[in-house]
């Protein structure tokens, strides 16, 4: 009883995050909205504001 | 009341969640570089962190209702994360002036571990309460839930005052004469360790 309990809190906050995701997916950003945080402190080059990125992707290319 | 006051006070301050803890120290060294990223990602954590705190408080009496307690941390995480996208999309429709200006740092918040220290915190007021020596002088479930904000409000602020102290601090290291080797986060991070130093050796015995 209680794993379903679980299971299905988890299943609930799931859904309900993923509904969230393509609803803000769907809404324009508005206009004159940059991405313009200038962030170099982590290597997290999964994070879309990592201007490390580049540089990393260059060097591979450059290997 | 004095002890909301003490246990804001403490919240910001004594137990700052940057400098005593440590938590948040990634965007507390990425998003600091200028005073306008640092006031932008504070608001948007203050907000979104009281607003994910009061739902994993009231989730948090349902976990405990169904016996299933060590589910909070993954349940925490969905919730926060599921808060920042409703808030990002809220603002972008309803006031794009505000997405301008906090909208792009509300995608750092869902990795903040800040948010989910505080939803973590708050679910156990006694517990929480207890360790700081104070306890609940209004009584009761409203007590706790009075508590329980205002410890949410002054962690936030705490990382909020934190950031925007070491922006002000790097805007101004910028132009000093600092050898290569120390510039950059290296001459920050000693910056925060004084910083840790006064907030937690400094202030501890005021509240």
Redesign the interface.
């Known amino acids: 009883m209680e794993i379903i309990a679980a299971i299905g809190i988890v299943a609930v906050l799931l859904t309900i995050f993923i509904i969230g995701y393509l609803l803000n997916k769907k809404v324009a950003k508005p206009e004159g909205c940059d991405d313009d945080i200038e962030c170099l402190e982590c290597k997290n080059t999964f994070c879309k504001f990592n201007k490390n990125k580049d540089d990393a992707a260059d060097n591979k290319e450059e290997k | 009341m004095l002890e909301v006051f003490k246990l804001l006070m403490i919240a910001m301050l004594t137990s700052n969640v940057v400098f005593s803890l440590p938590y948040g120290v990634?965007s507390y060294?990425?998003?600091s570089?200028s005073k306008k990223?640092a006031v932008g990602m504070g608001f948007a954590l203050t907000f979104v962190a009281v607003l994910a705190s009061i739902i994993c408080y009231l989730l948090n009496k349902?976990?405990v209702l169904?016996?299933?307690e060590?589910?909070s941390t993954?349940?925490f995480i969905?919730?926060v994360?599921?808060v920042v996208?409703?808030v990002?999309?809220f603002i972008?429709?309803f006031s794009?002036?505000l997405?301008?200006s906090l909208?792009?740092?509300l995608?750092?918040i869902t990795t903040n571990c800040v948010v989910l220290y505080i939803c973590k915190q708050v679910v156990d007021m006694d517990a929480l309460l207890g360790g700081l020596s104070l306890t609940n002088s209004i009584g009761g479930e409203f007590g706790d839930f009075i508590f329980m904000l205002v410890y949410s409000i002054g962690t936030a602020l705490g990382f909020f005052l934190a950031l925007y102290i070491f922006s002000v601090l790097r805007e101004r290291l910028q132009n000093a004469p600092i050898p290569k080797g120390f510039s950059g986060?290296a001459v920050g991070l000693l910056c925060t360790a004084i910083m840790a130093m006064i907030f937690m050796n400094g202030l501890v015995g005021i509240f």
């Open positions: 990634c060294l990425g998003v570089k990223s349902l976990l169904w016996n299933i060590y589910m993954l349940c969905l919730v994360a599921s996208q409703f990002e999309m972008k429709k794009p002036s997405y301008k909208g792009i740092y995608p750092l986060v």
